[in-house]
């Protein structure tokens, strides 16, 4: 190694023959990444089974990892042990372009019109799911959260087949797919292991399930919009139809997004709030404000509820459900001054990075006011980095969001409640491949005395919210490689940006007049991924 650049990252001793470091990461992957960083620093690697493995954390390695173009770190070829749940051919077993062109086609469920739909839903299933509660009593959190999550996100995301005429029959396939992600999936998917036997024949049951809704569908003059008839209606660019091998294998992964991170961060948000009673409060209060209004809970209230958010972000910072993020190298990949060789895998940690204390000082305490304008220690989006980063940030990020917010400000106007074991006691459970509260998850729920009546409004304008007073001149920056089409900010500020049915972006005006200056802070605020940047020339003042 006679030069600085061709220097490979430090390696950790005491790996085991054909296992490697897997013993150390089983007992606990966050604390071993921890360790693994403190020790040998942002670029670190260890053997995972006979896989050369490097960790990278922080902020540069972090923005290394996520700008990295497929060519050169390839998602595909980490995440093999999706093959038999998504399909051959799907998602990540597709090649790179084929790969990109399905994930877009989930866009236009995911975008700012149809999002303003789903409020409705979301409620509505939380009321089903609540209606026998009575005045009092005890659940177990995470139990009903799952299936509260199943609910609305099939509902959403699938259609009222999925939800009401398959429920049941969809729910139990669907758990036999989720049980067969296992850490030794990783390496060998195909074992003849009998949770992998029944994830086949549940994939086997799902395309017969999905092929004859498509046939009825076919017979029909209107369908709702949801993914399922996206995927129906979608196009190749060579024109090609999907096949309903491909259109299960992406409702599969349409719903896994949309559950099965969810389900966890939902139960922790409460969990949280129950901890900290004043932030509780805080909440509280804000919820009931939108109640008061006569607003509800809807797509457009949901976005006025600031501490809401924050609570929801410093959840994420301190529990993201996806604490490795793979990536097999391709080409040569310099990172630092490093160099890590075509063949080896690379992961970016979330939970590490969230727990720097240079990037989130006190790390280990709750403080959801740092996301405050004052504070912003969310603005580094390689920092904070829940929903991973860059080209291949989460797509399903601002629905996940909006489903929580749902769901929490509608159990909170009906019901208080508290924790039925010591706060302590509610850990993380880091044995699980998407990590979650462990379990028993027990709370006590008493039926408020204001409780408010069910009740939605899916139809409020949709006028730019007050952000600040601004002045002086402004430009439009956007970051092209973060843009995932969402289209909220075309919602927001049309005569500034366009996305067509493709999901690409336009900017019709780099420089607007200033009379359109809130409209833009609008879409920057609403963008998912935060691909866009208003920039003021210093005499205005935003919060």
Known sequence: MSTIESKE????????????????????????MLRLREELGDVAQFKFFHLDMVLMTGTEASEAFYRAPDEVLDQGP??????????????????????NEQLQMLMPALRDKPMRTYSGLIVAEVENMIKDWGDSGQIDLLEFTKELT??????????????????????????????????????????????????????????????EIMAKRAGKQENKANVFQTLIEANYEDGTKLTPHEITGMLIAAVFAGHHTSSGTTAWVLIE?????????????????????????????????????NILKEVLRLHPPL?????????????????????KFVCAAPSVTHRMASLFPEPDKFDPDRY?????????????????GGKHKCSGNSFALFQIKAIISTLLSRYEFELANPPESYKDDYKKMVVEPGSPCPIRYRKRADAHLPGI???????????????????????FDLCKGHANCMAEAPEIFQVDDKGSLAVLDYNPKLELMQKALAAEKFCPTRAIRIVTDGNGMRD
Not at 323 to 343: C, E, S, T
């Open 273 to 309: 709030l129950l901890r900290h009673p004043q932030h509780l409060q805080n909440v509280m209060e804000e919820v009931d404000r939108l109640y008061d209004e006569g607003e509800g809970v809807s797509f457009e209230s949901l976005r006025q509820v600031p501490k809401l958010d």
């Open 372 to 388: 405050t304008p004052e504070r912003g220690e969310d603005k580094n989006m390689y920092g904070w980095q829940a929903f991973g």
């Open 150 to 211: 199943m609910y609305t996100s099939s509902h959403c995301l699938l259609g009222p087949e999925f939800r009401y005429e398959l429920s049941n029959e969809f729910v139990g396939i669907y758990h036999d797919l989720e049980q067969a992600i296992k850490p030794i999936a990783y390496i060998f998917p195909y074992l003849p292991l009998p949770v992998f036997r029944r994830r086949d024949k549940a994939r086997v049951k799902l395309e017969q399930l999905v092929g």
């Open 457 to 479: 409004d899916v139809t409020h304008s949709n006028q730019p919210p007050k952000i600040g007073e601004v002045g002086g001149a402004f430009r439009v920056e956007v970051d």
């Open 9 to 32: 990252p430090p390696k950790l001793s005491g790996g085991l023959p054909l296992i490697g470091h897997m013993h150390q990461f089983g007992k606990n992957p966050h604390d071993f």
């Open 78 to 99: 980490a995440y093999k042990m999706m093959t038999p749940i998504f399909g051959k051919g799907v998602v990540f077993d597709a090649p790179i372009k084929r790969k």
């Open 323 to 343: 604490i490795l993020l793979m990536r097999k190298v391709m080409q040569d990949f310099h990172v630092k001054d490093y160099v890590v060789k075509a063949g």
